[in-house]
């Protein structure tokens, strides 16, 4: 099994910056992509950034500019830099992860963690 662990949230004002961690931690997993997704209260869950093991990156649309995505293949970590902040990016942030295990290839999610943008 592989088990994600986000960190970082929190409150933070419009403009200001924040960066999340998420760590894959388990064995006998191989990672082949990684990437945050949001959702926001009354909304469908969305993509904020993924990036493959090649170093393909994808963005939504919403954040591309202000945020990066950044990653430690060594420490199956995965970061998200996110500057400019808007009172729009108030949302629960998930870790996920594409993985196989015992020869199979799945999607794995990380708890969450939120952070508000309010000043």
């Known amino acids: 099994q592989v088990q994600l662990v986000e960190s970082g949230g929190g409150l933070v004002q419009p403009g200001g910056s924040l960066r999340l961690s998420c760590a894959a931690s388990?064995?006998?997993?191989?990672?082949?992509?990684m990437g945050w997704y949001r959702q926001a209260q009354g909304k469908e869950r969305e993509l904020v950034a993924r990036?493959?093991?090649?170093?393909?990156?994808n963005y939504g649309a919403s954040v591309k500019g202000r945020f990066t995505i950044s990653r430690d293949n060594a420490k199956n970590t995965v970061y998200l830099q996110m500057n400019s902040l808007k009172p729009e990016d108030t949302a629960v942030y998930y870790c996920?992860?594409?993985?196989?295990?015992?020869?199979?290839?799945?999607?794995?999610w990380g708890q969450g963690t939120q952070f508000i943008v309010s000043s």
């Open positions: 996920n992860a594409a993985a196989s295990y015992s020869g199979r290839l799945d999607e794995y």
């Open positions: 388990g064995s006998g997993f191989s990672i082949y992509a």
């Open positions: 990036k493959t093991n090649s170093g393909s990156t």
